[in-house]
């Protein structure tokens, strides 16, 4: 099994200090051991795990020149200027940027490949430590990974504007594995936008990021995973963070585009006192397939995560939750909360929401609970009874169901252009 053709793991190796080599090198020899998966395991029953296969996509070379010119509206934000920004097409970086503020308090942004050379004493001991070769993909991401961001922000940096990092996607066909490596130190407070776009892509394109996250303890992190590629592209994404103790994480997985999309997030809740919120966006039109698979990992005690997904669906779309949430053994006084609502805005839309609980501590709270149901017409008459027409009636519901989400994140910066994304989408277009 190999989705390298043209290239070798050398290609990637080439120019590399030797404790990158290392481990490139031995992620592309467990790449080569581990079994593609069937389709009937667990985590992979419901996904069309053919189509993802490595070897449908031509991996690019390291050296490969970027494509196309981005559309960097994709970063635009509300009320606020960035911190500092980064722009990638195809793997390659094409725009950095960095504020004057943030330079001086020590903060670096960077592509993962400057990291390798100028912070590899940061990067080193980080880099697959949360994402190994688990699996073929995982595994292939380690090997030959090129393109991606690193962030470091030092003990105690507050910054009230947000850093921006953009993956843009033109190369037909291809297979991109970029890697996100962030560190945030004890007491800092910091919000991060990571945005995947492209334009339509005529050949089936495969992207498949990987992001690691450190947060040190008492950090306050603010971070969007914002998904609107266009038809043509897949997307899988593995996402773990790592809380240390009081450490708190807010998390916002927006997903729009792209003909299909899966998404492994998990945070690991390691130091006492540490609380995650993950919240999730997601509007399916057409026959897009949306996956999203959480975990809210509690290995410390009085650690506190609450999870909520909100979806809406139209045409013949379909989405799938598989979220749970494992309260370790010395877990104790944990506090866990999960939900997934789905709204069906077609009768042939399909939502299929399976939330689980592994409790290994009988000292918690732990809740959860699943909704799928579409636009009621007692609401639909209620609005129509005060003059409202019937499109408008359901937009303000479909805003009225996402709200709850919208005015989690204002802090994001972006806020307001989810809202017009949501809007594009009920009016059938791709924002």
Known sequence: MSAITE???????AGSPDWLAELRRG????????????GREEV???????????DNFRLLPPDAAPGATPRLEALDLAGVSSAGRLVHVDGS????QL?????????????????VREHAELLRPRLGS???????HTALSLAAHHGGTFVYVPKGVELKEPFQALHWLSASGALVLPRTVVIIEDGANVVFND???SDAIDTPTLAAPVTEMFIGANARVGWVTWQDWGAGCKHLAHVRAHLDRDALLNTLVVTLGGDFSRTWKECTLAGEGAQSYMYGLYFSHGDQRFEHWTLQDHVAP????????KGALSDTSQALYYGTIHIRPNARKSNAYQANRNLALSSHARALPNPQLEIENNDVRCTHGATVGKISDEHLFYLGSRGIPPEEARRLIVFGFFNQVLEQVTWSGMHERLADAIRAKMEGQQA
């Open 7 to 13: 290239l070798s793991i050398e290609d990637f190796v």
């Open 27 to 38: 992620a592309w020899k467990r790449y080569g051991e581990l079994p593609y998966p069937e």
């Open 44 to 54: 992979w029953r419901f996904t069309d795990v053919k189509a993802l296969h490595p």
């Open 93 to 96: 970086t094409v725009e950095r």
């Open 99 to 115: 504020s004057d503020e943030a330079r001086s308090k020590g903060v670096i942004l960077c592509d993962l490949e400057t990291a």
């Open 130 to 136: 949360l994402v190994g070769a688990d699996d073929p």
């Open 195 to 197: 945005v995947y776009d």
């Open 302 to 309: 009085n650690t506190t995560s609450d999870l909520l997904y």
